[in-house]
T-cell receptor, first 115, second 117 residues
Framework: KQEVTQIPAALSVPEGENLVLNCSFT??????LQWFRQDPGKGLTSLLL?????REQTSGRLNASLDKSSGRSTLYIAASQPGDSATYLC??????????????FGQGTILTVHP | DVKVTQSSRYLVKRTGEKVFLECVQD?????MFWYRQDPGLGLRLIYF???????EKGDIPEGYSVSREKKERFSLILESASTNQTSMYLC????????????????FGPGTRLTVL
């Protein structure tokens, strides 16, 4: 059974710092990996999706990498801002015809960026 | 933009009531999902559907049922609400077939915060 772990569980940084969030998964047979952002009491907003054949994806100040063979992904946030404060979740979609797109989620990293 | 909407942001119900949570997506997605999210437990899959009238149990289906009569709409039903079903409920959707989308991104609704008294 796929298990997804995110480290650290919480992170507090001053504004302007570059930071890295980590995600690891136990079964490397994945279709893709998706990073989400969740603000308190809200739904999930998709940030980046990396296909299993890709190494990284970039969107603005965000860069996500994937090392499928070692079961790891990182989300790099450049020049952090207070508005980046949120919970960041990673999720993997297992390969296999009967998965129907089900995602397995990590527990999330709570990020606080203080001015 | 893909849009996934949920019928209520907040809902308060009493123990034993029948509760309907509605989810609608506008991107012609085949697959739809219901999750619940609880502190310390993360997101857990309740049910999903890969086609109209088709459904599969997720990890925690007990106490819930679902209905998918139309492609765009997926309903979660609590037959007799209990206090341990107080939670945040999140609906999501995605394309089912790889060739329909090269990304198969999963999109989420805003969530329904359900309180059962």
């Amino acid at each position: 059974k796929q298990e997804v772990t995110q480290i650290p569980a919480a992170l507090s940084v001053p504004e302007g710092e570059n930071l890295v969030l980590n995600c690891s998964f136990t079964d490397s047979a994945i279709y893709n990996l998706q990073w989400f952002r969740q603000d308190p009491g809200k739904g999930l907003t998709s940030l980046l999706l990396i296909q299993s054949s890709q190494r990284e994806q970039t969107s603005g100040r965000l860069n996500a990498s994937l090392d499928k063979s070692s079961g790891r992904s990182t989300l790099y946030i450049a020049a952090s801002q207070p508005g980046d404060s949120a919970t960041y979740l990673c999720a993997v979609r297992d390969a296999g015809g009967t998965s129907y797109g089900k995602l397995t989620f990590g527990q999330g990293t709570i990020l606080t960026v203080h001015p | 933009d893909v849009k996934v909407t949920q019928s209520s942001r907040y809902l308060v119900k009493r123990t034993g009531e029948k509760v309907f949570l509605e989810c609608v997506q506008d991107m012609d997605h085949e697959n739809m999902f219901w999750y619940r999210q609880d502190p310390g437990l993360g997101l857990r899959l309740i049910y999903f559907s890969y086609d109209v009238k088709m459904k599969e149990k997720g990890d925690i289906p007990e106490g819930y049922s679902v209905s998918r009569e139309k492609k765009e709409r997926f309903s979660l039903i609590l037959e007799s609400a209990s206090t341990n079903q107080t939670s945040m409920y999140l609906c999501a959707s995605t394309y089912g077939l790889a060739f329909r989308s090269s990304y198969n991104e999963q999109f989420f609704g805003p969530g329904t915060r359900l309180t059962v008294l």
